[in-house]
């Protein structure tokens, strides 16, 4: 019980300068007591200012106040001396799960100030003061407070590992140097660590760098977000007005033609009304002429008849057959007809059209660019389904399948004229523009046949180079025939070699220029890449030796998975 009444809060009789218990406890005009050589010490580090301050409360003094004893304090202090028991340190000074104990302590261990690398050992306050005030302990390397010391001894040896053996990259102590590790590059741990402290620098400024780049980059792409944001906000804002402004024009036009066909209606039904009264009342009248001639023809007396007769004959010579002539029965089939050509021109029109409103939807994919595909399960993600414009067919080619598959006839088909058809080449165009990632495969039967893309503005008529796939600025072509490939771009050709296969694919990434060729089979193989700036939008397109592909040869667009 004794032991516990003189047990106090370390703070309360600790000195707030040195941290230890008060000797000779004086006590400032404030109210706070220190060592009386450690207030002192203080206190003549601040006589230069002239103004003199108290630690804790920062209160100023002038002149230098006289130090009073603080006797009671000095007697609770004189009293734990003699029973030999100290003040019990607060909870918080005990050394938790995650804190590094005191190697000294016993029993309940205080929390470790700092460690020593010399020592391998770690020290509460109390047990560090040596460390401070011993001349011993001045040379000995204090760190803050670390659970890896035991990592710093040999374990062969049992030192403390000062030494670094650049042989074999590892640390070790001086016994080591002199046995397993004689004759190997060895230097001092902290020459070592001088010299990985420079590389770890440069790599610190490489990473910080790194980062810096990558906040710029951050930034750039905040502003592309905002940029696409407020782009494709403006977008939808007018397309919706304009889409308005047609919806509003097309309800006009409808209201107009319904207003238009009910007026004629209404003018055509009172002209055929009228003319059925006409009729009508002609026909009351020659009903009644007919009665008066059937009552004389009834009469017995042969004077009254002749006596009547002129009169009722005159009625007879005034009738008269009317002739109309009623048209066929197509009144309004014009209107029809005339509505519905509207419809299909406006369907062309949006069908034509649509490629390029799609076309203005730039793809953000510049600043990240993805890798390219490496196996076909890759390439397969981008693939699409092509069809043939048969608008643009040689006339000699014959689609089918769904327009998908082209085979040269070497006959004259029944297509109409269109200035989208190629005239003299035997080649066909997508119906499909590609812009984006796209994957296609061509899958060819004998003869040699062209797997090309080309912008739309490429010249179809006429049999000069400009028609021609491969052979302008404005198509690339890979050519395959029986045992080779060749690829063509304006006018050059290019010999390529690899596995000959009858599937060719194509790889294409239009923002970022590239055009690649495969040969598949079981595996895929690239043939050929084009790296380059496509400045439109790119059609796929199907070329046929004429001179060497005899009839029968074809190539078909695969259907995409």
């Known amino acids: 019980m004794a032991q516990r009444a003189v047990q106090l809060d370390r703070d309360i009789i600790s000195c707030p300068i040195c941290l230890d218990l008060l000797k000779d406890p004086v006590t400032t005009p404030c109210g706070h007591s220190y060592c009386k050589n450690c207030i002192n010490d203080h206190w003549d580090t601040e006589d230069e200012r002239r103004i003199h301050s108290c630690p804790q409360c920062r209160k100023s003094f002038t002149p230098r106040p006289e130090l009073l004893k603080n006797t009671m304090l000095a007697a609770l202090v004189e009293e734990l001396k003699k029973t030999g028991l100290q003040a019990a340190p607060a909870d918080h000074c005990y050394a938790g799960p995650e804190d590094v104990a005191c190697d000294v302590c016993t029993g309940r261990k205080l929390r470790a100030l700092k460690s020593c690398l010399q020592c391998v050992a770690s020290y509460c306050e109390k047990h560090l003061q040596p460390h401070y005030e011993s001349p011993t302990f001045k040379k000995h390397k204090l760190v803050e407070p670390s659970k890896k010391l035991q990592e710093n001894i040999c374990s062969r040896h049992d030192e403390v590992m000062k030494m670094f053996c650049r042989t074999d990259q590892q640390c070790i102590c001086y016994l080591c140097s002199m046995e397993e590790h004689k004759g190997h590059d060895t230097v001092s741990a902290a020459a070592e660590r001088t010299e990985r402290q420079r590389e770890l620098e440069g790599s610190r400024q490489n990473i910080q760098q790194g980062i810096q780049d990558r906040e710029e980059d951050v930034k750039v792409l905040q502003q592309e977000v905002e940029?696409?944001?407020?782009?494709?906000?403006?977008?939808?804002?007018?397309?919706?007005?304009?889409?308005?402004?047609?919806?509003?024009?097309?309800?006009?036009?409808?209201?107009?033609?319904?207003?238009?066909?009910?007026?004629?209606?209404?003018?055509?039904?009172?002209?055929?009304?009228?003319?059925?009264?006409?009729?009508?009342q002609e026909i009351t009248e020659l009903k009644r002429k007919d009665a008066e001639l059937k009552k004389l023809s009834h009469t017995e007396d042969h004077t009254q008849f002749l006596h009547n007769y002129p009169s009722l004959s005159a009625l007879s010579e005034s009738t008269h057959s009317s002739s109309i002539n009623i048209r066929p029965l197509k009144y309004f089939e014009d209107v029809t007809a005339a509505v519905s050509e509207v419809r299909d021109k406006l369907q062309d029109v949006l069908r034509d059209t649509w490629t390029n409103i799609s076309l203005t939807v730039t793809q953000v994919d510049v600043l990240l660019?993805?890798?390219?595909?490496?196996?076909?399960?890759?390439?397969?993600?981008?693939?699409?389904?092509?069809?043939?414009?048969?608008?643009?067919?040689?006339?000699e080619l014959l689609l089918s399948d769904g327009n998908r598959k082209a085979t040269s006839v070497r006959r004259q088909q029944s297509y109409s004229d269109h200035p989208d058809r190629?005239?003299?080449?035997?080649?066909?165009?997508?119906?499909?523009?590609?812009?984006?990632?796209?994957?296609?495969?061509?899958?060819?039967?004998?003869?040699?046949?062209?797997?090309?893309?080309?912008?739309?503005?490429?010249?179809?008529?006429?049999?000069?180079?400009?028609?021609?796939?491969?052979?302008?600025?404005?198509?690339?072509?890979?050519?395959?025939?029986?045992?080779?490939?060749?690829?063509?771009?304006?006018?050059?050709?290019?010999?390529?070699?690899?596995?000959?296969?009858?599937?060719?694919?194509?790889?294409?990434?239009?923002?970022?220029?590239?055009?690649?060729?495969?040969?598949?089979?079981e595996t895929i193989t690239l043939l050929h890449r084009v790296q380059t700036t496509f400045t439109q939008p790119l059609y796929a397109g199907l070329w046929f030796d004429y001179l060497f592909s005899f009839p029968g040869v074809s190539a078909e667009f695969c259907k995409g998975k």
């Open 227 to 280: 940029a696409i944001n407020g782009s494709a906000d403006e977008a939808v804002e007018h397309s919706e007005k304009i889409f308005t402004e047609l919806i509003r024009l097309m309800e006009k036009r409808r209201s107009d033609v319904k207003q238009q066909v009910r007026s004629q209606q209404e003018t055509e039904v009172s002209r055929v009304k009228e003319l059925q009264e006409k009729l009508e």
């Open 422 to 521: 190629f005239t003299n080449w035997c080649q066909v165009l997508s119906r499909e523009s590609l812009t984006g990632r796209c994957y296609w495969e061509v899958e060819r039967r004998e003869g040699a046949v062209g797997v090309a893309v080309a912008y739309k503005n490429i010249s179809r008529a006429g049999d000069s180079h400009e028609c021609l796939f491969g052979f302008n600025d404005k198509s690339w072509m890979l050519s395959c025939s029986t045992g080779s490939y060749n690829f063509h771009h304006n006018k050059v050709q290019t010999p390529v070699s690899g596995p000959v296969s009858s599937r060719v694919g194509v790889y294409l990434d239009h923002s970022a220029g590239i055009l690649s060729f495969y040969s598949v089979s």
């Open 369 to 395: 660019s993805q890798p390219e595909p490496k196996t076909r399960a890759d390439f397969l993600r981008y693939s699409c389904d092509i069809t043939l414009d048969l608008n643009t067919a040689y006339t």
